[in-house]
């Protein structure tokens, strides 16, 4: 019913920057935080940042001034600008929203599939 479908992930020199997006498809009637993760190999997932339904956010502190989250709600699409990019930034990056469908009267956590961004020179 309701897919989210990451792009922008890739091979990036120390130093450089990357924008991942992450767009919400299907039967939505409204979406409310919307999140990104990142796990590295062995490791657990861990929350990257966070943007509400109202524009507020918030981020780990191994991020803060260097990444920026944003969203456009007229398009159900949440990006994560990233600069000045670690080798230690290196992970999967996963997109998350909590999501009421039609018909549902709940909001319900949805995944993406992860997009690969690699820092290395």
């Known amino acids: 019913q309701v897919q989210l479908q990451e792009s922008g992930g890739g091979l990036v020199q120390p130093g450089g920057s990357l924008r991942l997006s992450c767009a919400a498809s299907?039967?939505?009637?409204?979406?409310?935080?919307m999140r990104w993760y990142r796990q590295a190999p062995g490791k657990q997932r861990d929350l990257v940042a966070t943007?509400?339904?109202?524009?507020?956010?918030n981020y780990a502190d191994s991020v803060k001034g260097r990444f920026t989250i944003s969203r456009d709600n007229a398009k159900n699409t949440v990006y994560l600008q990233m600069n000045s990019l670690k080798p230690e930034d290196t992970a999967v990056y996963y997109c998350?929203?909590?999501?009421?469908?039609?018909?549902?009267?709940?909001?319900?956590?949805?995944w993406g599939q992860g997009t690969q961004v690699t820092v290395s020179s």
């Open positions: 943007i509400t339904s109202g524009g507020s956010t």
């Open positions: 998350n929203a909590v999501i009421l469908t039609r018909g549902s009267l709940y909001y319900i956590p949805y």
């Open positions: 299907g039967s939505i009637t409204s979406i409310g935080d």
